[in-house]
């Protein structure tokens, strides 16, 4: 005769497998390599403005972001977020540095790209413009070189920013046809766009 017991303790532990199943069943994460392939493909998409379009996926503790960038750009990004967890908006930044400071607070920012303010991030993460060695040009100087990336990926995790309401406004880095700088925001003018964060 099997022991009630026993048999109680045998259905727990099959419950307990079967939730930690389901919590673990959904797609795999994307990894934050500048390549938006390999986003789930039960993504959430938003068109962004000049033939762009932004991925969005979250599971339970974080929340990526990626679009691709056109050939010839470097699709460096400010992000302005205002979250439940945040006392202020702040500002994400992404080109060869990564870097974070209180949106409308600029003077905080780095003042330079030797100040000891790049890097102070914490929560999130993303694919910087990679350093590919150095050129000389014609003057004979040295100079870095960077290397264009597929895409531009930012992970932002729960636990710092908040679940419920997160209000973005993205401020892309392009250049046009001519090779000249253009900035696209998304949504135009002072709006935001608003995500909710489950």
């Known amino acids: 005769m099997v022991n009630p017991t026993s048999r109680i303790a045998a259905v727990a532990g099959l419950l307990l497998c079967s939730a930690a199943t389901a919590v673990h069943a959904g797609a795999a994460p994307p990894l934050v390599d500048g390549d938006c392939a390999d986003f789930p493909t039960n993504h ?6 000049l033939g762009l379009n932004l991925r969005i996926f979250q599971d339970q503790h974080f929340v990526w972001f990626c679009y691709e960038i056109p050939e010839g750009s470097w699709g460096t990004v400010d992000l302005r977020i205002e979250a439940p967890a945040l006392d202020e908006a702040l500002n994400l930044h992404v080109s060869a540095q990564l870097g974070e400071w209180p949106a409308d607070r600029s003077e905080l920012a780095p003042p330079d790209a030797q100040s000891d303010r790049w890097w102070q991030t914490r929560g ?4 910087w413009v ?9 003057l004979g100087e040295r100079a870095v ?10 992970q932002l995790s729960k636990a710092r920013f908040g679940r419920g309401e997160w209000k973005l406004h ?10 000249e700088p253009v900035r696209l925001h998304f949504p135009a003018g002072e709006g935001h766009f608003t995500l909710q964060v489950h």
Do not use: C, H, M, V
Not at 44 to 49: A, D, N, S, Y
Not at 131 to 138: D, F, I, S, V, W
Not at 145 to 153: G, I, N, Q, Y
């Open 124 to 127: 999130w993460t993303a694919n």
């Open 145 to 154: 070189k960077f290397k264009l990336s597929p895409a531009r990926e930012l």
């Open 170 to 179: 993205f401020d892309i880095g392009l250049r046009d046809d001519d090779g």
């Open 44 to 49: 959430q998409q938003q068109p962004l403005g």
């Open 130 to 138: 990679w350093l590919n060695g150095y050129r000389t040009n014609a």
